[in-house]
């Protein structure tokens, strides 16, 4: 149930996403402050999630500590 949910939620925002892109790729060359902005934060978001998919330690920790 829990994929399920995170799954509609990835695809609303997945759709989001694009519609703002399409959006700020018609209002050229106003459109291209966002896409910029868009793209500073999608490099943030990658940065972010490729440290924690690296860290072991975070792994050993989810994994063997009690919560």
Do not use: S, T
């Not at 999608?42 to 050993?60: C, I, M, Q, S």
């Amino acid at each position: 149930m829990e994929k399920l949910a995170y799954f509609l939620i990835g695809g609303v925002v997945v759709l989001w996403l694009g519609a703002m892109i399409a959006g700020m790729i018609v209002m050229l060359p106003y459109g291209l402050l966002g896409l910029v902005v868009l793209a500073g934060f999608g490099l943030l978001v990658a940065k972010v999630v490729g440290e924690r998919l690296a860290n072991k330690e975070d792994d050993y920790y989810d994994q063997n500590v009690n919560q």
